[in-house]
């Protein structure tokens, strides 16, 4: 299970109109996202952001559960965020897998859009509880990724889909039904 690893990216989205933009930090993907990580025994959710400044903001969430008030207030709220790490880009969480692992991840992406080629759930499953290899994650904000971003995964997972046309869940609710279809008993 340690060999997956998430990453939430901010930089290189495409918003409603088409346009390459940089996303908000949105302070609730961060809690959700790592509890859904420490649900599933996850080791490492990035959380990727090139404004300094929010990854300062970033720090200082992850700060106050951490160590601050909220560390006695809420220890779960703690123990989840111990899985999140702030960085500047997809690359430095590559290069921080790098580092931990010695190995470079394989990049899998993820969208809502229906293309051939897709990686099922099941065949994903697979991979990671079998090979020995490290896997990174790769969660769009926004719009979704740009190609320029999707071009650099080497797998794209099968999109979440449910019984009606409408496709557009929140990147932590998405996460989190991946998640369980990957690990999930």
Sequence with gaps: MGNLKVVLLHDQMIDKAG????????????????????TYAIPRFFVAHPSEALRKLARTLHQHWETGFGAAYNPKRKQALEVARIVASLDEAIHTIELESGRLPT??????????GR??????????????????LMLGTGWG????????????????????PYNHLSVRSAL???????FGI
């Design 107 to 116: 990049l899998i992406a993820t969208s809502a859009k229906r293309e051939p």
């Design 145 to 164: 990724m740009c190609d320029e971003l999707l071009a650099r995964a080497d797998l794209f997972i099968a999109p979440i889909e449910g019984p009606v």
């Design 176 to 182: 989190a039904i991946m998640l369980d279809r990957i």
């Design 19 to 38: 346009k390459l933009v940089t996303t908000s930090l949105t302070l609730i993907d961060v809690h959700d996202i790592s509890r859904s990580c420490c």
């Design 119 to 136: 990686v099922g759930f099941s065949d994903l499953k697979r991979m990671v509880h079998e090979q020995d290899a490290e896997y990174l």
